[in-house]
């Protein structure tokens, strides 16, 4: 375990960092953007040796869209508790959002008693799995706002629908990926890459994800075009 002392830079660097708001869109869903061999070995380090430098370099890259999903997942699963808080801290700096209102574990509960009060056929909790060799890959035909798909009229959500079947034997296998490595961090700082599902039909999987979460992702479009779900 570290010590105060040792945590202090990370919290620190989060604090008092100027960076300046930009983030870089990927346009081409297809495509996933390509690590230098610099931040490849950054993503390689040990956890130990992982610094509040290091990960500010981490958020940069995932701004300018310089680093891919499967590197950056190598390098958020070294994290403990207080460098995820940093690298939370600077994501919201750098997409210029209430940190407040990004806060870790603010999902949309998947409970089984909100098919009763919406009347879904079903509700699911997908979990993320990277892979780009999955084909088809299906991104959402399309979304809307909706202050309650989770049931709670208090906050607001983002919907995005897929045109996939799925069953009640099949949908506990459902997953989803991102080809953006925005998308990747903040949801899972935000929601430890666990997003609610739900379908008035079986022949449909849609997402409810929270606004915040959304905004640190780049926005509602890039994330309808980054995210594909599958089995």
Not at 139 to 160: I, K, L, T
Not at 175 to 198: D, E, H, K, M, Q
Not at 202 to 209: A, G, K, P, Y
Request: proline letters at 4%; charged letters at 20%.
């Amino acid at each position: 375990m570290k010590s105060s002392r040792t945590l202090m830079p990370f919290l620190m660097a989060a604090a008092i960092s100027a960076l300046t708001p930009s983030i870089a869109l990927a346009t081409d869903a297809a495509a996933t953007p390509k690590a230098s061999a610099d931040i490849v070995r950054l993503a390689h380090k040990s956890s130990a040796d992982i610094t509040a430098a290091d990960i500010e370099k981490i958020v940069d890259s995932i701004a300018r869209n310089r680093i891919d999903v499967e590197n950056l997942a190598v390098f958020m699963g070294k994290l403990d508790h207080h460098q995820r808080e940093a690298m939370r801290l600077l994501l919201a700096d750098k997409a210029n959002i209430d940190v407040k209102a990004f806060a870790p574990g603010d999902t949309p509960a998947a409970q089984p008693e909100l098919s009763t009060i919406r009347a879904y056929t079903y509700v699911e909790t997908i979990e993320n799995v990277w892979t780009w060799d999955y084909n088809p890959k299906i991104f959402a035909s399309f979304h809307y706002q909706d202050a309650n798909c989770d049931g709670d009229p208090n906050d607001n959500e983002y919907v995005f629908y897929y045109p996939i079947s799925t069953s009640s034997s099949t949908k506990g296998n459902l997953r989803w990926t991102t080809t953006s490595p925005l998308v990747y961090a903040a949801f899972s700082l935000a929601y430890g890459g666990n997003i609610s599902a739900f379908g008035t039909s079986w022949s449909e999987v849609r997402l409810c994800i929270g606004d915040s979460g959304v905004a640190a992702a780049g926005g509602a479009g890039h994330v309808a075009s980054t995210v594909f779900v599958h089995y």
